[in-house]
């Protein structure tokens, strides 16, 4: 089993609507959670990263991390165009290891106007 | 929010030579710098971890006399590709983390091309 499990897609949907991106990961020393977004050939952009369990807010994105359950997600509200590109899922546990990340595959995801 | 460049953002090179890629965070101190590859349609891979003024953790399977990096100050890392081969292209990416900060910012990534 992978430690971090991010389901690949393609995810497409139209614009204006509601996404909703998940991970789920067995390291139960993970504490530290975080959202990439790609565009092709670019490095990856920091979206939101929360510490342990509950939500946190950002204009339309929405983290969520659930420690019991070892399940985060991102909500997208309002979906655009421009929001097309793949969502990576990082997590890392104690300082000890440098915050070093494990990553997700990655949810290529298209936003059809 | 915290700005991470790399130089250059494309480089071609013949057989045999090295090539440095430099990683810069604008705004902040890294205190820990990473460097990633990543091949098309894949996630990342972690190739080494840098603390400033110390050597370089390399992953298991990454070459440390083959990549050499730097972490000489607390806003400039290098990677130096040595002796590169065709197998060595791929899109090297950058990451900066900044002392009791646990997130990273990556960079806009630098893409390799050995002929």
């Known amino acids: 089993q992978k430690e971090v499990e991010q389901d690949p897609g393609p995810l497409s949907v139209p614009e204006g609507a509601i996404v909703s991106l998940n991970c789920t990961y067995s390291?139960?020393?993970?504490?530290?959670f975080m959202w990439y977004r790609q565009y092709s050939r670019k490095g990856p952009e920091l979206l939101m990263y929360?510490?342990?369990?509950g939500n946190k807010e950002d204009g339309r994105f929405t983290a969520q991390v659930d420690k019991s359950s070892k399940y985060i997600s991102l909500f997208i509200r309002d979906s655009q165009p421009s929001d097309s590109a793949t969502y990576l899922c990082?997590?890392?546990?104690?300082?000890?290891?440098?915050?070093?990340?494990?990553f997700g595959k990655g949810t290529l995801l298209t936003v059809n106007p | 929010g915290a700005v991470v460049s790399q130089h250059p953002s494309w480089v071609i090179c013949k057989s045999g030579t090295s090539v440095k890629i430099e990683c810069r965070s604008l705004?902040?101190?890294?205190?820990?710098m990473f460097w990633y590859r990543q091949f098309p349609k894949q996630s990342l891979m972690l190739m080494a971890t840098?603390?400033?003024?110390?050597?370089?953790?390399?992953e298991q399977g990454v070459e440390k006399d083959k990549f050499l990096i730097n972490h000489a100050s607390l806003t400039l890392s290098t990677l130096t590709v040595t002796s590169a081969h065709p197998e060595d292209s791929s899109f090297y990416i950058c990451?900066?983390?900044?002392?009791?900060?646990?997130?990273?910012?990556f960079g806009p990534g630098t893409r390799l091309t050995v002929t």
């Open positions: 929360t510490y342990s369990s």
């Open positions: 990451s900066a983390r900044g002392r009791a900060h646990y997130e990273q910012y």
């Open positions: 390291n139960s020393a993970f504490q530290y």
């Open positions: 990082a997590m890392s546990d104690s300082g000890g290891s440098n915050y070093k990340l494990t």
């Open positions: 840098s603390n400033e003024g110390s050597k370089a953790t390399y």
């Open positions: 705004d902040f101190q890294a205190t820990t």
